[in-house]
Nanobody, 112 residues
């Protein structure tokens, strides 16, 4: 049974940092491209960042220079380090494996 479980969301002030984690199970994690998406209220889900099995990364323009995606294949985990957070980063963040499997999401709220 495939599972993706996100954690690390919460409430943070503008300019603060959070690190999201997503642990995968039930599939060969190291061979999967992994993705972080987000969905804000009333908006469509959008790509935040991706990391290929070989480690190549892609970022949305809106988060370049502020967010960093990484993976630890030994722990079946993909991370999203989010720095210099802005109110517009408020959303539910989802991780995905190959865009086939999805986690349940974790809420990130950036507010003073």
């Amino acid at each position: 049974q495939v599972q993706l479980v996100e954690s690390g969301g919460g409430l943070v002030q503008p300019g603060g940092s959070l690190r999201l984690s997503c642990v995968g199970s039930g599939f060969l994690f190291s061979t999967y491209g992994m993705y972080w998406y987000r969905q804000a209220p009333g908006k469509t889900r959008e790509l935040v960042a991706s990391i290929a099995s070989g480690g190549n990364t892609v970022y949305a323009d809106s988060v370049k220079g502020r967010f960093t995606i990484s993976r630890d294949n030994g722990k079946n985990t993909v991370y999203l380090q989010m720095d210099s957070l802005k109110p517009e980063d408020t959303a539910v963040y989802y991780c995905s494996g190959r865009l086939l499997y999805w986690g349940q999401g974790t809420q990130v709220t950036v507010s003073s």
